[in-house]
């Protein structure tokens, strides 16, 4: 053994060291460095140190194999430069990082196993692996499970495995501009409560399978992200699923881009999608919301609508084998939406609710517009199609022009089709709203978006504002407008924004003249119910008379019908709140809120709430990642920065918490702040301060011990 330097000790392994790595491992003390010689070692090695692990230069390559976890990692370790593999067929895990102090990197190795995962990341461990080439030819090249794992992976390959990434029972994996190639069954799959993954500038291709899976209760967020060679690009299904992909490209796919069904719910975002036979596919009870999405090639249609609510802004569908947009069921809204060059019918409609604003349908082999249902059309056009249809070029409609890249976003130049009547032909517009009130919409629906998180509650609330438009459209055109209440029932856990979403939408409503003023009035049990007979029906009378030409806002309604009733004046609350909505039903929304089972008790207190809300809008939580944005917000703007060292430590923070009833989410965020400032300032208050920048940056030891000490908090 050589040992260098007391303070940093350096122990060697072979060429006159130790004779093997796990004799190095028992001498090291936490901190030192072992400096392995080239050559194979058989061992199995289980590290529960804060030691490095690294091939000496010079030497060769560093092979550590066993048949059953070469290596097992239970500390903030580094292993660096090493060859791991699992040898002869054996069944283990490459690597295995375990327990909730663990928090190693891994960096520049080479990992592969046979028949288990190369590495498997589980019981809250947060491992880094960083410039591996990783594989597994009957497992998984990555395996994260149970709730505060977080596997971050950056600059990876992961290949010739039969799954990529598969991620269970709440875990967390977050890849950065990583590949993963040449799979057998899945590329990545989550699985499993709150559990998710973050692919940010990866690559996934040649798989035998789907790209990525998500099931019910779990999320995927693809930024900047590439798919080619797969059965299905993404696959989302199940209640509580949802997927966001933006800036990402899906292509030469055997069955299409990307498929949501089951109340998964999708946003999409400036990507293309092309191949396959259907760009996109929507079926019962899905939500989705698509902007500036293009479908290219697809061998069927560009976009397959089965069911579910969708809204498509700014999209557009190019050589599809048959009709571009072929919709068979939903309800679906379509904005200045385009579809060109399709063997069928550009928009081919047989069923469902339909509404198409500013949408144009080209050179077509058959009909622009094949209408077998009633559909909404409003400054739609039919251009150079192979058969006639009825729509033709309608008042205000675009003209095409060649697509254009600004500043790399592909938009369509369009301009609205010119009135050539004489003006005293030309009449009133089709739309009640004025240019101010237009403005006031898109201004809020602005403020809605720039909420962070939230893509479901989003696309929600933007199909509720089209209905309404739509509505109002037809009225104007003297079409009968179906009933539809404007009442709503935000489900959620605390500090998920459904008071903000409130304010936003009672806006909205007065901007169309829906409502008077929009203003917002919040209240709760205590406002409502009195402690003596007769009292509460005052009560609530004056909340609700407060809130008239406006909204009213009840949080926690659940406590008016409490499971034991029988004595309690909260069910004289909610009967008279049903006659006022039912006598002011013009004039006042109704906005109750609250956890998502205590609120189906509430509905089903009084026969006549079912009929008077005509929505459910859940609030999911916040992911960690959406957690730590909210933490940066809030210091932008008390004039503090984030280091990327403090978004990493902030996003294991979060990643652990447990998401149960009652999380507190942006409550949360706005926590850990204030505590971090209170941190923060303790530190600076001790020490001298160099540099201005000090006073407004907020670094990882801002964050209190316990939260830091990879140590479970529940423990």
Known sequence: MALLDQANPVLRVGEGGLPNIRSAVKAAGAGAVIEIAGGTYREELDIAKAIEL???????????????????????????????????????????????????????????????????????????????????????????EERGTVLVMERCAIER?????????????????????????????????????????????????????????????LTDCQISGADWGADVYGRGASATVTRSKIENTGYGGIKVADQARLTVTDSTLSGGRAALQVEERAIVVADNVTSEDSTGSGLELYGGDGRFTGCRVTGAAQPGVYMRGGTMFFDQCEVSGAAGAGFYISGGAASLTRCIA??????????????????????????????????????????????????????????????????????????????????????????????????????????????????????????????????????????????????????????????????????????????????????????????????????????????????????????????????????????????????????????????????PDYSASELVRITESLATSHDYTLTEETRGELLAYYAQLHRGVGFGNGRTARRTFETMVAEHANRIAKGDIQAAAELTTLLPEDLPDEWTDRKDPAA
């Not at 097992?72 to 580094?78: E, F, L, M, Q």
Request: overall charge negative.
């Open 161 to 221: 495995s039969r799954s990529g990434v598969s991620v269970y029972a709440g875990g967390l994996a977050v890849l950065t501009g990583s590949n993963i190639d040449d799979i057998g069954y899945m590329a990545v799959s989550v699985s499993g409560r709150n559990t998710g993954v973050e692919l940010t500038g990866c690559t996934i291709s040649a798989v035998d399978g789907t790209a990525v899976q998500v099931q019910d209760h779990c999320t995927a967020k």
């Open 362 to 619: 080209r050179e077509n082999q058959e009909a622009g517009f094949a209408l077998h249902v009633d559909a909404a059309l409003t400054a739609c056009a039919s251009y150079a199609n192979g058969e006639e249809d009825e729509v033709g070029v309608q008042r205000g409609a675009p003209v095409p022009v060649t697509s254009v890249d600004v500043g790399g976003r592909t938009v369509n130049e369009s301009r609205p089709e010119p009135d050539t009547r004489p003006a005293a032909e030309q009449g009133e517009p089709q739309a009640p709203t004025s240019v101010a009130a237009e403005g006031f919409v898109h201004e809020s629906l602005a403020e809605l978006d720039a909420l962070i998180g939230l893509a479901e509650v989003k696309a929600q609330v933007r199909t509720l504002i089209d209905i309404i438009v739509v509505g109002q459209r037809r009225a104007a055109a003297g079409l009968k407008t179906p009933p539809m209440s404007r009442h709503l029932v935000f489900t959620g856990n605390p500090g998920t924004g459904k008071t903000t979403v409130a304010r936003i939408y009672g806006r909205i409503l007065a901007a169309l003249g829906l409502l008077a003023k929009g203003h917002l009035v919040e209240s709760a049990r205590v406002d409502l119910v009195a402690e003596h007979v007769g009292g509460t029906a005052v009560k609530t009378k004056k909340v609700f008379n407060r809130a008239r030409g406006g909204v009213l806002f009840i949080d926690e309604a659940y406590a008016l019908a409490p499971e034991d009733a029988a004595r309690d004046f909260g069910r004289e609350a909610i009967d008279t709140l049903v006659k006022l909505m039912e006598d002011h039903r013009d004039e006042v929304v109704v906005i109750v809120a609250g956890y998502t089972g205590e609120m189906a008790r509430f509905i089903a207190a009084n026969p006549g709430l079912e009929s008077r809300f005509g929505r459910t809008i859940e609030f």
């Open 54 to 144: 690294r091939a000496a230069d010079g030497s060769g390559p560093v092979h550590l194999v066993h048949k059953d976890a070469p290596l097992t990692i239970r500390a903030n370790a580094v292993v660096r430069g090493i060859s791991i593999a699992v040898s002869g067929g054996g069944w283990g895990d490459a690597v295995r990082i375990e327990g909730a102090g663990a928090a190693p990197l891994i960096e520049d190795c080479r990992i592969s196993a046979s028949n288990g995962s190369a590495v498997s990341a589980s019981a809250g461990a947060k491992p880094t692996v960083r410039g591996c080439r990783i594989e597994s030819s009957d497992g998984s090249g990555a395996w994260v």
